[in-house]
């Protein structure tokens, strides 16, 4: 089975400042990786997704992520956060079988980011 | 437009009643997804669908009940037998088997009183 650590649950930033975002993950088999966004009230989008290739993927807005296969890591940089980017953030990963997913998601329990003025 | 529809957004019953959550999708998308929502825990997955009429268990499927009649609907209902129903329920789409990712919809917080 799988699982997904996101290692800090609050993370306070002041706008303007950089930030990362820690995830870790177990698996037995081979995974895609999975950042979305959740604003309050609302369903999630997705940020950004590695799914074989550059381990280093990124986002329209800014946001980038490093898939470390060595330490089963994804965390997510921003180098310069705004107000905007305040929202919680969930990490998930899919188990690869035969070179495919069906898809299920096992998330981590979230990171609430906050951008202060 | 093309999305997933999530009914109603609020929904509040009593306890001991069964109620019914509505997925609507109209993106031609094979697998269908149900996901509960609670502080602090993340999502879980409560049941999915990758074709009609056939679903599986997800992790937390005790309590709950799923139906895949048509490719566009996955509706959840939530049973009596669910002992803590309060949460933020999330339903997902996606293409099928292969590299994509799911879909969301805008979700439907159920309170029980």
């Known amino acids: 089975a799988q699982s997904v650590t996101q290692l800090d649950s609050q993370v306070p930033v002041f706008e303007e400042a950089p930030v990362e975002l820690r995830c870790n993950y177990s698996?037995?088999?081979?995974?895609?990786l999975f950042w979305y966004v959740q604003y309050p009230n609302q369903g999630l989008q997705l940020l950004l997704k590695?799914?074989?290739?550059?381990?280093l993927v990124e986002s329209i807005n800014g946001f980038e992520a490093e898939f470390n296969k060595s330490q089963t890591s994804f965390h997510l940089r921003k180098p310069s956060v705004h107000i905007s980017d305040t929202a919680e953030y969930f990490c998930?990963?899919?188990?690869?079988?035969?070179?495919?997913?069906?898809?299920?998601?096992?998330f981590g329990q979230g990171t609430i980011l906050t951008v202060h003025p | 437009d093309g999305g997933i529809t999530q009914s109603p957004k609020y929904l509040f019953r009593k306890e001991g009643q069964n109620v019914t959550l509505s997925c609507e999708q109209n993106?031609?998308?094979?697998?269908m997804y149900w996901y509960r929502q609670d502080p602090g825990q993340g999502l879980r997955l409560i049941y999915y669908s990758q074709i009609v009429n056939d679903f599986q268990k997800g992790d937390i499927a005790e309590g709950y009940s799923v139906s895949r009649e048509k490719k566009e609907s996955f509706p959840l209902t939530v049973t009596s037998a669910q002992k803590n129903p309060t949460a933020f329920y999330l339903c997902?789409?996606?293409?099928?088997?292969?590299?994509?990712?799911?879909?969301f919809g805008q979700g439907t917080r159920l309170t029980v009183v």
């Open positions: 698996s037995s088999v081979s995974v895609y």
């Open positions: 590695y799914l074989s290739g550059s381990t």
């Open positions: 997902a789409s996606r293409p099928g088997q292969g590299n994509t990712e799911a879909f």
């Open positions: 998930a990963v899919s188990e690869v079988a035969g070179g495919t997913s069906y898809g299920k998601l096992t």
């Open positions: 993106l031609n998308h094979d697998a």
